[in-house]
């Protein structure tokens, strides 16, 4: 039977969806009859399912390599009535198989159209591809998108760090701030590239971890005391003294977290009075193409090659998955798992041992992030600087 | 005559500025005495002269492709009084030469030295080299520093111009904002790779051009109606409306500009009723480790070791200068050119000629950048995403 078979992208883009993207298109039967959802849900919603005729095909194949997501990706509120209007134009284009890229929100999506097709007896084949730069997808070991972002997160926070220690008599505190809206997957990241006790960041701020004022501005004081300046990471999901996480804003019933490092450049300007700067890595996080990990796109092209195998062989409502079968040397194989349980479990957040063990953590993510970002030999790392001033002729 | 060396960094750091200082040592006199001047123009004042042994010099050695100032660089108000100490201190350490990396304060500040000693009878010679991410240096072609934040600055631009390509149903404006307090040349480099009339940025603001508030809001609506977003890229020097530039803060009497991007968000929010989002580039544009671009790279080396031969030659009161001698293929070679030069033209903005052909500009950057950041031929630039809705089965 020749499929007829729908593809869309959904949710922030990352370095590598567009990976997974051709992936899948380049391994699917040659047969197949594909059509593109644009715009994520709301191409699901209004019915915009274009065909991929041989010239979309190669344009479409051409961003293997580019960020962002070429059949365009977007938020939109996938209502219950609009749930119900994309299985009725699904039914309508006779669409065999629905494959969605995404996260959390796009498993659960693919779920309920599952539940709906079946209703109104059309026979849909549900897959999904996972993509998430936060990395708190369940039934995966990791998801696509997630080492390139930690990547740039890590080299970020290395370079801003050693810029601050050259600018210390200027500038002492600078406050990263990551995306991860509840999970620490991303902040904890920035640390894998610290080599030594006085490099930055001296601290990391989790949102799995308690996090008051007092604490933070002891910290502050204390690495500034010792370091001369202090490098501090802190995710966009902290939620400081208990209240609720800060806001950037609404749109569309969604909330938009960010913020959170210009409230504590106030707080350690007005109450340390030390000159600190929020630094928000903001959208290059998710989009860098200079940061992209060879590991991670080689990975999404391959989430992107399974997801074609399960169409094959007739499996639904399943996700790929990656599963780590070895960490050192790397070794893992693509499988996949069903919807149910990915959101079953719902956001998966940074593991107590992550948290608590950070050299285990930086074992488990340099596969995904890449072993080449080293830029002096690990023998000298003494810094002279914190030489105590000397005076060569007195 | 065996010399007495001083070295010294000063300023924002660079992602290359550590290269200058391992070439002028590699290419040093093996027998000339070597100290480290701490913190900039701090060290000179305080009399923080470090002798560079041989630990401490392979430790500098390690930082030939590390980002930031690794002799400590910074910023201090060089007052007269300042500067009489420096020339003091300089002359109680018996130091014969006085080297320092920076931009335009710093060949001010190395012209006011050399005058100081000449006053006081201390026989000084002086030698610059030249390090802006800014490129507002004269005399020189283009600074150390420059090539690789420029590289930054495009992929970056085009990158979270994609990102924003696959938002459109949520997000439609993004502005970009770079560093360059009064001198366009990072900002205009943002369009470096734009590869069609659709791809982002749109609009490029530079302190260069007058900039309204109309002006402003009528070109993103212009773009919003053609390409359903828009991504533009602004200068934090530029001055809306023929207002002073937008100030972050005054910290020891510098002002530290910033936020004009905010401002321009607020704008879009509120008289357009667009989802409109700020991206601040921050410490990376002249930090990252991952946008070094081999050239700059290697420039900053070379001026470094040119600087090793104006010592040994007995040149005084001069800046190693890079002379391009043909665009393409690209030559180059080191030259200098005297501190007197380089101060009486000042800050050197982005020409006439660039601001109206860019085309030429993007022609005279391209070997400073790199030409390796191109993600996907060119053969197929349309963009499919601009294609009317269709309905395949109705």
Known sequence: ??????????????????????????????????????????????????????QYLQWIKKHRFVPGACLGSGRYKFTEDRIHQAVHYLKHNKID??????????????????????????????????????????????????????????????????????????????????????????????????????????????????????????????????????????????????NSQTLKEIVDDRTILGGISLQLESLVKNELNLNARAEILGMNQRSSSLAVSYQDQLEAYETGKKAAELIDNDHTNVMVTIKRTNDFPYEYKMESCSLECVTREGERLLPKEFIENRPLFYKWLKPLVGNDLELYPSALKTNMKTHKKVYPCQ
Chains 1, 2 share one sequence.
């Open 97 to 242: 198989v629905l494959v969605f890229i995404g996260g959390n929100g796009t498993m659960a999506a693919l779920q309920r159209i599952s539940e709906k097709a079946r209703e109104i007896h059309h026979h849909l084949q549900v897959i999904g591809i996972p993509k998430t730069v936060d990395n708190d997808l369940a039934g995966t070991d990791h998801a696509p998108g997630f080492g390139s972002a930690a990547r740039y997160i890590a080299a970020s926070t290395r370079d801003i760090s050693k810029d601050l220690e050259a600018m210390k008599n200027f500038e002492q505190v600078r406050i990263i701030e990551t995306m991860g809206r509840n999970a620490g997957w991303l902040a904890a990241a920035s640390g894998f590239l610290r080599d030594s006790e006085n490099a930055g960041p001296h601290f990391i701020y989790l949102p799995e971890e308690p996090f008051t004022k007092d604490q933070f501005l002891s910290q502050i004081t204390q690495a500034v005391k010792e370091y001369g300046i202090a490098s501090v990471v802190v995710s966009e999901g902290v939620s400081l003294n208990g």
């Open 1 to 54: 039977m020749v499929k007829r078979i729908a593809v869309g992208q959904a949710g922030g883009p990352t370095a590598v969806i567009n990976a997974s993207l051709v992936g899948l298109l380049n391994s699917l039967d040659s047969d197949a009859e594909l059509f593109a959802v644009r715009d994520g849900y709301q191409g699901l919603a209004e019915n915009d399912f274009v065909p991929i005729d041989e």
